[in-house]
């Protein structure tokens, strides 16, 4: 079946550890985006990436990294930087952008992130 | 900037009753998209519902229905005759023309109890 994978689901870091949270869809999704998630809060636009081998600061990209080496994969890095990772951190993928149509973002399940 | 606003944090409803969201948005575009999304307890937002800006027409599917009003920077979701499934947190989102990324509002925790 089409859609996006997140792993893991649950992830533990300890203070001063980088940790890699995986994203992957098999939509043929041109552009996709990483979103955190705090208790009570909408969604905050980390990274986002509208073509392979390029991609742009969300509002809240300190502390954070990625990379779009394939189309169908964008892994978010959570480095020591950031302050307070703790979070619910949502993938997401649409179809096109840039064109005449903001298509909707399919979403995965995404991973939430301890850090003890 | 763009910003969104749902006031209403939790709303809690009896089965088979109608309840209303809400939700308002600023932009200084004049073409955008608005968005409702579904937040179940597993976690993963299923799209419901997009707008253009230039798409004032109010639609009903099934249950659920939207009332977009570009003069009161509205976007209002109802549900009709609520069922316990419909428990999750409600997202209304606003993109740039474009864009592809969103503005997300705070949400609303939507419980309906048997």
């Known amino acids: 079946d089409g859609g996006i994978t997140q792993s893991p689901k649950y992830l533990f870091r300890k203070e001063g550890q980088n940790v890699t949270l995986s994203c992957e869809q098999n939509?043929?999704?041109?552009?996709m985006y990483w979103y955190r998630q705090d208790p009570g809060q909408g969604l905050r636009l980390i990274y986002y990436?509208?073509?392979?081998?390029?991609?742009q600061k969300g509002d809240i990209a300190e502390g954070y990294s990625v990379s779009r080496e394939k189309k169908e994969s964008f892994p978010l890095t959570v480095t020591s930087a950031q302050k307070n990772p703790t979070a619910f951190y949502l993938c997401?993928?649409?179809?096109?952008?840039?064109?005449?149509?903001?298509?909707?973002?399919?979403f995965g399940q995404g991973t939430r992130l301890t850090v003890v | 900037a763009q910003k969104v606003t749902q006031a209403q944090t939790e709303i809690s409803v009896v089965e088979k009753e109608d309840v209303t969201l809400d939700c308002v948005y600023e932009?200084?575009?004049?073409?955008?998209?608005l968005f409702w999304y579904k937040q179940p307890p597993s976690g993963e937002l299923v799209f419901l519902i997009r707008?253009?800006?230039?798409?004032?027409q109010n639609e009903i599917s099934g249950r659920y229905s939207w009332n977009f009003q570009k003069s009161t920077s509205s976007f209002n979701f109802t549900i009709t005759a609520s069922q316990v499934v419909d428990s999750a947190v409600y997202f209304c989102?606003?993109?740039?023309?474009?864009?592809?990324?969103?503005?997300f509002g705070d949400g609303t925790t939507l419980t309906v109890k048997p």
């Open positions: 997401a993928s649409s179809p096109r952008t840039g064109s005449t149509v903001n298509t909707e973002a399919f």
């Open positions: 939509l043929n999704h041109d552009a």
């Open positions: 990436s509208q073509i392979v081998n390029d991609f």
């Open positions: 932009t200084r575009d004049t073409t955008y998209y």
């Open positions: 707008r253009n800006s230039f798409d004032e």
């Open positions: 989102a606003l993109s740039e023309y474009g864009a592809g990324k969103s503005t």
